[in-house]
């Protein structure tokens, strides 16, 4: 450091000069500017604004000047270092900003690499259609009503207008429970849960009854000893046919679509009476003339078969303590594992027991 | 039933509509199409006279038949390469050998369709000759088979068609026939009496019964009866017929209207008795009169006694059998079938005519015990019109008389009558009301008395008396039915009723549904199997002796006695798709099944068959209940292979013991269940790998590790794990509100402590003494077990990490080592020591 300059002539002190600063100020930012990395804008700071940088030095020549003139000349430091400092922060954050840049772009993966390392669950179909059905009748005000699957044989047959020698029991292979003296069957349908709703509850009664079913059918491509069915049954005052037509008619638009419609067949159910098929419409051919013919659904017949369907027999309401003088109601039924075989055509319906994951997977958790 | 459509328009006169027109009317009248049998057949389909025959053998060693056959005016002048006389004929090839020269045969000469074949005959080139159309066999016509035409050509009576003539009509191949559905309500249309009259109502044409022309003898005569169960037998009537000609057979039009209702014509006996039975509904019976000795007796069999029935099966009865007897013993079933002893033969002149009404019920355990289905059985054990059997019987004398040439001896004896119908009483307006279609009383009145009821009014009341052939017109709304019948279930309107408002699903129903997505949020894929299941899946299992999930529900009529009974753990089911899977090729499966178990109840009691006429009380109904198994829903599951999938990013991770256990976890928590975890020991599973699952104290699950030798007998790798739980016992506890959230949002102190403890000290002990160690520990987590250098042998390190917060301030450093020093002092109670 220089001696106090008593004798000021500030021209002497070079490193003070206006002309000067403003050179190592310009050198400065021009180092900036030029510095394309972050290491190298590293070492511009040290040489441009580190204490050895002719910034610092300049300022230690202050106290050199005589005191009138330092002000002046402080001020010009303070300027420069200023802008320096500037020009370094507005870099650093531009080179920031580049190194990011190149750094995310380094770190560029495949996403079409395969993502499945954790197992996807399915739900089976004959479940999910099982709660579709609920939903469409649970939407209507219904309940859903459950009962046991092997079942008391007055439950499954006498309850419901099926006497002992009624023909209809032969209709129906039954399975009986050892012993078959005990009167217990695996039911032969969801009618017994029907016959327990009315035996537990006062009308107006309206529920919907999914489940499973056995037969003593052997297993083939379209016959099981076990299969589903949906029943429904409704117990009201001045409850019609007309109104079981209206009920089903909802319920195939549900499924099917706003398209559809029904259409009632004379039948014979002893639990029901009058009792009646129910067809849907085609639902591949829309039973037009253009294309009935040579539709395979429903073997040109324009309608397929979807259920059976009718009045409850008052015989049934006396057995199950309903007043037919007060209240009349309707009942219905279809199958569900040809449902889902026909909607997606499953040739076998073997494939919707074996269990073989492929099968249940496609459907993943809804139909 | 098949109802031959030139019979039908013979007894009822149907306008002029197509056939298909006919069977949409009749199956909107409750007689359902099955199939139009007859018609297709089109082109000159012809009778031929056989002229020569020249056996050809070919290189195969086959012999193939190069035939000329005289089809009359179709001939062609002359055959080229014709065996033989060079006269008008055709040249035909055919393979089979049962006719010779002179035999009239059925020709389809080319252009001729057959719908048996599919396809149009046509002249073609074959075995070195031009065969020109095909000698046809029963089967290639569609006709029914017959014992002497099986073997291949159909060869007509001689005498009874000239070369030329039409085949097609000769045979009735135009005629058509419909083959109706009927059900078991209604008995009556299982005949032509029957379908002709409700054909009359469909097409609202009047209707003649054929019955009421059917001239009845009067006084007494007959054959003598003495019935001695009227019960079983409430009408029985015979006749005597005498000097029937035995060589006389039947006319073409009845064979052909029994063959085309699908039966076979015999002798003109037999046809006779099946052609009344066709035509009127009433089954009957022929004796041979010199073969029966003394009265016939109705009654029931006596234990032992045996009869010879006319299939040439001698039959042990049962003292439920009605049977007919006379002096020397049993000579037929009650309704079902007739014995050998006395039936016609080729030389039987004097004919017994035996028509009964019997008790159906009676009729069908018969028909059942002996497995005998016959055509006669099918219509008693429905119901046959019991005002029938006189005019059932005179109707099979006259056509004994007319083509037998027998004389009808006088009188008949008929014992017994038939029950009288009670009226059924109705408010006029009940059609109306249960249909939800405007049928008017006039209608409702019109209808039932086309239907052969009588009908009176008064006011608002009918009072209907069902005619004797309608067993289905008992109750208010049968005659609903038969209204609506008329007035045509397509016209039924379309009406959406409207509950007053449902509670939704049952708690246990969305439960069950929640678990479901969580199986399959975990990664499961559902199945549903069959539940039969015998000892060999509880031995795969490696269930011992005396393991009550041995003793099944079983079945008296099981599928196949390898799986007598119903299962009792849905494992069976899970492990045989998980191993389906495996020999399929899966590297990788996880699958479950929620459904029933079944639990045989000791000393349930049997199930009561209660009375219909009245809903049992409360008591009644428990017992039926008490007298069923145990039928809880269950959830099993099976894990096989890779839990998290080798691949890019990593080698993967197999499945696993903890893996079986967090699935029973996630569904505890699903359910706001709290399931504590504990060692156990059972089948199927690995004896030191293996976890239970209590609820509020019971056990109420458990998953593992499959013990090897389990895994093995699946064909499962090893270590393979699995699970099952008693779904409903979790979803009856949980609760109805869920855990409230309870959290704070002041600073948390974590402290991380690792403990030596005795290696026979579970984690779960430990952590449950750390949770409850000081109420400031908000929550403890087991980071690592560690056992090895340094840790002392017999003993583990158990680390955990743990957060202590106070719910109202921040915690202070004494607070804290506080806390510290209580979870420390813990430990120990536990032998364990801070690390
Ligand atoms: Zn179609």
Redesign the interface.
Known sequence: MSAPNKDFDPVEVTPLRADELERVRDEAVAAVAAASTLAELKQVRIEHAGDRSPIALANREIGALPPQARKDAGQRIGQARGAINQALAARTAELEQLEEQRRLVEETVDVT??T?????????P??TIQ?TV?DIF?A?????A?G????????NF??L?L??????R??QDT??????????V?RTHTSPVQARTM??REP?I?VVVPG?VYR?D??DATH???FHQVEGL?I?K??????????L??FARAVYGTEMTT??????FPFT?????VDLLCYVCHNDPAEVASCGTCRGEGWVEWGGCG?V???VL????VDPEVY?GFAFGMGLDRTITSRYDIADLRD??????RF??PF??GL | MRVPLEWLRSLVSLPDVSTEEIAERLTMFDLKLEEIVGGGITGPLTVGRVLEVRPEEQKNGKVINWCRVDVGALNEPSVPDAPGDDVPSRGIICGAHNFKPGDLVVVSLPGTFLPELGFEIGSRKTYGHVSDGMICSTKELGLPDDATTADGILVLEPGSAQPGDSATSLLGLDDQTLDLEVNPDRAYALSLRGVARDAALAFGVPFQDPADAVAVPTGSGGYPVRVEDPLGCPVFTTLVVTGVDPTRTTPSWMARRITQAGMRSISLSVDISNYVMLELGQPNHCYDRDKVAGDLVVRRAEAGESLTTLDDVKRTLTPEDLVIVDDNGIIGLAGVMGGASTELDDSSRNVVVEAAFWDPATIFRGERRHKLPSEAAKRYERGVDPELTLRGAARVAQLLVELGGGTLEPGHTTIGQAPARAAVTFPVDLPARISGLAISPEDAQLTFERNGCAVSREGDTFSVTPPSWRFDLNDPYDFVEEALRSAGYENVPSVLPTPTGGRGLSRSQVLRRRVGHVLAGTGLVEVTTLPFVGPADFDRLGLADEDPRRTQVLLENPLSSEEPGLTTTLLTGVLKAASLNVGRGHEDVAVDEIGRVFLPRPGAPDAPLYGVDRRPTPEELAVLDASLPEQPFHVAFALVGQRVRRGWSGPGRAADWADAIDVVRRLGEALHVELVVEQAQRAPFHPGRCAAFRLDGSVVGYAGELHPSVASAYGLPERAVAGEVDLDALIAASPEIGPRPEFSALPVAKEDLAFLVDADVTAESLRSALVSAHPLVESVRLFDVYTGDPVPEGQKSLAFALRLRAPDHTLTDTEITEARAALVSAAEQLGGVLR
């Open positions: 690499l395969p499945d390392r954790d197992p996807v669950g399915a739900r089976h004959i479940t709660e609920a649970v209507m005000g219904w309940e859903v459950e046991p699957e092997v079942e008391a044989e007055w439950l006498d309850a207008n006497g002992p020698d009624h023909p209809a032969t209709m399975f009986w429970v050892t012993p078959a003296s005990a009167a217990r695996l035996l537990t107006p309206y499973r003593t052997e297993a099981m000893p076990v409704a009201d001045g409850l019609s046919m007309a109104h079981l037509k209206g009920t008619d909802h259409r009632f067949r004379p039948s014979y009476e009058p009792s009646a098929e009045v027999n008052p015989r006396v057995a199950c303590g009349s919707l027991w074996d269990g073989d994951i249940t997977e993943g958790v």
